[in-house]
């Protein structure tokens, strides 16, 4: 079972960016949808990106035209590109990797087997 270890979260100040990057050591995601989550305080978990194994994306439109999900070509590192930051994108933010079988690539907690423990994310005003 995969081990998902994300990195690159921080504080920013509204307007700025960060990048979080997510990698598996020993495997690689070619076959597997893998997205983005986060979590803010007392709110539940919400996706907010994905990419599928052709390089598909969607994104929440909380997120879309400021976030872009890449993953490199060997499938080993997943990535998040935050720009444009603000402050209601603080949060704890996770990626996930659906199971090879998975028909559909999505943005639903749910369908999603195997998490990272996350990475902390705080934009200030």
């Known amino acids: 079972q995969a081990q998902l270890v994300e990195s690159g979260g921080g504080s920013a100040q509204t307007g700025g960016s960060l990048r979080l990057s997510c990698s598996a050591p020993?495997?690689?995601?070619?076959?597997?949808?893998m997205g983005w989550f986060r979590q803010a305080p007392g709110k539940e978990r919400e996706g907010i990106a994905a990419?599928?194994?052709?390089?598909?994306?969607s994104y929440a439109d909380s997120v879309k035209g400021r976030f872009t999900i890449s993953k490199d070509n060997a499938g080993n590192t997943l990535y998040l590109q935050m720009n444009s930051l603000k402050p209601e994108d603080t949060g704890s933010y996770y990626c996930?990797?659906?199971?090879?079988?998975?028909?559909?690539?999505?943005?639903?907690?749910?369908?999603?087997?195997?998490w990272g423990q996350g990475t902390r994310v705080t934009v200030s005003s």
């Open positions: 020993g495997y690689t995601y070619s076959r597997y949808c």
């Open positions: 996930a990797a659906q199971p090879p079988h998975a028909s559909t690539c999505t943005l639903v907690p749910g369908a999603y087997w195997y």
């Open positions: 990419i599928g194994r052709d390089g598909s994306t």
